[in-house]
């Protein structure tokens, strides 16, 4: 069972900054691609940042400059930091992973965290 938990959502300010993290646990063998997406009431979910595991980011063209994607490989987690939110950034956040649970496995599934919203206020 492979599990990812997000945490740090919540209620900012235009203008202010938040953090996000998330962690995968359970049965992994490996993970290569970890990304945040976002999905606001009546859209559909996505893209915002991605990440591989050498450490190479991909943003969208909304949140360049803005946000920031990192991930610790030692502990199975990626890092979302946003700055200079503005309310159109309001979403709930999603992190996917690409893991790999055995090497037995041979492919590497998609999993993804149950979300979390983030709220900016104008």
């Known amino acids: 069972q492979v599990q990812l938990v997000e945490s740090g959502g919540g209620l900012v300010q235009a203008g202010g900054s938040l953090g996000l993290s998330c962690t995968a646990s359970?049965?992994?063998?490996?993970?290569?691609?970890m990304g945040w997406y976002r999905q606001a009431p009546g859209k559909q979910r996505e893209l915002v940042a991605v990440i591989n595991s050498g450490g190479s980011p991909n943003y969208a063209d909304s949140v360049k400059g803005r946000f920031t994607i990192s991930r610790d490989n030692a502990k199975n987690t990626v890092y979302l930091q946003m700055n200079s939110l503005k309310p159109e950034d309001t979403a709930v956040y999603y992190c996917?992973?690409?893991?790999?649970?055995?090497?037995?496995?041979?492919?590497?599934?998609?999993?993804w965290g149950q979300g979390t919203q983030v709220t900016v206020s104008s």
């Open positions: 359970g049965t992994i063998f490996s993970i290569n691609d």
């Open positions: 996917k992973a690409q893991i790999r649970p055995t090497f037995i496995t041979g492919y590497s599934p998609d999993y």
